[in-house]
């Protein structure tokens, strides 16, 4: 982090789960049941917020100071193995498309960690970003369109050739190869949209 934060790994148990999320309108409870497929993995999937997990897991939690904490990740402790399950219950948001667009970028100030760019950010990626969201009003629209010139103008690859020494990966994926993987589209999406302000 480039930012002072008060951060903590916790483990928590099912019968002490507590996380103090932020208070959002709208949350709905829903619950998820996942099976590992694979040999061993201490990865623990849940969507939204999670606020019960059935077995122990160390949670990766940061302070938002009076907002209150952010979950960053949870980790299966012990790990699980192929066949295991494990449930999780969360709280989750679904706005409307509608509700979205209504939504400007009067940010609370504990997000401005999420804004965080490299020193060297590319000039490039932040002029296209730009010319790309300069007429478009509001977050949503503009993620949208990020996702949509994305999907446009970069091919899926699975792999890759290697990247030049001495490139930016993203740049490089942007304007040279035009193709690479999820990875290669998440940074490029996170990227775009923190230099316009999003996080």
Avoid at 6 to 34: H, K, N, Q, V
Avoid at 99 to 115: G, I, V
């Amino acid at each position: 982090w480039s930012f002072d934060v008060d951060y903590r790994e916790e483990l928590l148990f099912p019968d002490s789960f507590e996380i103090a999320y932020p208070e959002w309108e709208g949350s709905r409870s829903a619950s998820y049941r996942f099976t590992t497929d694979v040999l061993r993995t201490n990865v623990i999937y849940a969507p939204g917020r999670p606020t019960l997990v059935d077995r122990p897991v160390e949670a990766s939690i940061v302070s938002l100071g009076e907002s209150g904490e952010d979950l960053i990740g949870l980790v299966a402790e012990p790990e699980m193995e192929s066949g295991d399950t494990y449930e999780v219950q969360t709280l989750i948001n679904l706005p409307t498309i509608m509700e979205l667009r209504a939504t400007d970028m009067d940010y609370p100030e504990w997000t401005a960690r999420y804004l965080q760019l490299p020193e060297d950010f590319s000039v490039e990626i932040a002029a296209l970003s730009l010319k790309l969201l300069r007429d478009v009003e509001n977050p949503y629209d503009m993620a949208a369109t990020v996702t949509q010139y994305l999907r446009d103008n970069i091919t899926y690859a699975s792999t890759i050739a290697p990247i030049p020494e001495g490139e930016d990966p993203i740049a490089w994926f942007l304007f040279e190869s035009q193709e690479g993987f999820c990875n290669y589209y998440a940074t490029a999406q996170v990227l775009m949209l923190r230099s316009v302000g999003i996080p």
